[in-house]
């Protein structure tokens, strides 16, 4: 049956507008009114297509989470915590209509949305002969400054949090299971499945974000694209190179067991594979203990993975990559890049 418009947003209102801490006016006017309390608002972007960021069979559920998760996480690479959000739908057509489909997205979103203490304030929806589109636009608020790409300095060690490189392994099974072009994996299903779990409902790092940018990390951003792709808008932005140890990068056990000590798929999955929503951060050694017992507390792992450099005007490459005490040359495809 299809949806009218009206509907539809009367629909949305209902299952995902839940009260929200500053909101003055949410859903339902020309525009949300939203109060800072005095503290400096961070807002941040991310758009999802259907084919690009995710399969058009997805489960609504997993879609609700996910959307939500890449932008959330963008706020945690700054250090911001979460307040509202905005959610414009380009909705394609559907036999069944979208009324089944809105309720199971809310719960996904929702599962995400009050556990970050985060409210939808408004949106916008639209029918799109195109495939369906999700554009996110998240705010928070910051307390004291926020992490920058450009803050790294010369001595830094560079940390990433949790592990990388299981939702790339999970999209290649993925694009197998479909008859796609994609490298298979040699794991049990358990193992499989917990990588899957990694790509659907990817986690964003709030609580150690915030805990970091208070205890003075000043440089940080979300791995999304591909730890090498993302390290390298650090380096770019701060004007520095680096060494990264690739034996470092933290891997779970289900993803130590696809690799199998292998370097091409260390190379396509945690060092460019991207869709992580890790933090990558930048700090000065004095900080390690102090982020180490940070990282306790949240219970969740922080490995140090490198080292900021100086910039070198003779080296070709921004990253001194090792191996096992070799030096490695990059791959050429550093991480995930929209190409237009
Ligand atoms: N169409 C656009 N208009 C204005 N700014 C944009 C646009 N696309 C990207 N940006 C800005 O470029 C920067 C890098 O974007 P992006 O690579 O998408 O970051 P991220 O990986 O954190 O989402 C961000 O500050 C973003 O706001
Ligand atoms: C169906 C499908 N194809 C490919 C990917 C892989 N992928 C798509 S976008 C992306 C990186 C992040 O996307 P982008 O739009 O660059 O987000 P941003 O960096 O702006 O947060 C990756 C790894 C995927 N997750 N699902
Ligand atoms: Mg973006």
């Keep these: 049956m299809a949806n009218e418009e009206f509907a539809l947003i009367a629909q949305l209102q209902k299952d995902l507008g839940h009260v929200g801490k500053g909101v003055r006016l949410g859903i339902g006017d020309d525009a949300a009114w939203l109060d800072t309390e005095g503290r400096t608002l961070v807002s941040s972007m991310d758009t999802l297509v259907a084919g690009r960021h995710f399969?058009?069979?997805?489960?609504?559920a997993d879609l609700g989470w996910k959307a939500l998760a890449v932008n959330l996480s963008d706020l945690a690479a700054m250090g911001a915590i979460p307040r509202w959000c905005l959610l414009s739908l380009a909705l394609p057509p559907l036999a069944e209509g979208y009324g089944q489909w809105v309720q199971d997205f809310a719960a996904g979103w929702l599962a995400l949305a009050e556990?970050?203490?985060?409210?939808?304030v408004g949106g916008d929806t639209v029918a799109t002969d195109g495939p369906l589109t999700l554009s996110i636009t998240a705010l928070g608020v910051v307390e004291q400054g926020v992490m920058?790409?450009?803050?790294a300095s010369v001595g830094d060690l560079i940390w990433v949090t949790g592990t990388l490189g299981d939702a790339a392994a999970a999209l290649d099974r993925a694009f197998v299971s479909r008859g796609l072009p994609g490298w298979a994996l040699n794991c049990s299903e358990t193992c499989a499945q917990?990588?899957?779990?990694?790509?659907?409902?990817p986690q964003p790092r709030l609580d150690f974000a915030r805990a970091a940018v208070a205890a003075g990390v000043t440089c940080a951003l979300d791995c999304s694209d591909g730890f090498l792709a993302d390290l390298g808008h650090i380096l770019q932005a701060s004007g520095l190179r680096a060494r990264v140890d690739l034996e470092h990068l933290p891997l779970s056990s289900a993803l130590r067991e696809c690799i199998d000590s292998d370097l091409q798929r260390l190379l396509r999955w945690?060092?460019?594979?991207?869709?992580d929503y890790e933090l990558i951060f930048c700090a000065p050694p004095s900080l390690t203990?102090?982020?180490m017992?940070?990282?306790?507390?949240?219970?969740?792992?922080?490995?140090a993975v490198g080292e900021v450099l100086p910039a070198d005007p003779h080296a070709a490459e921004d990253v001194d990559l090792y191996w096992q005490g070799q030096s490695l040359s990059l791959p050429m495809n550093r991480g995930h890049q929209h190409v237009f």
């Design 55 to 60: 399969f058009a069979d997805v489960h609504p």
């Design 115 to 120: 556990r970050a203490d985060v409210a939808l």
């Design 148 to 151: 920058r790409r450009d803050a």
């Design 194 to 201: 917990a990588l899957e779990n990694r790509r659907l409902r």
């Design 270 to 275: 945690p060092l460019t594979g991207g869709d």
């Design 289 to 291: 203990g102090t982020l």
């Design 293 to 303: 017992a940070l990282a306790t507390n949240c219970a969740l792992p922080i490995t």
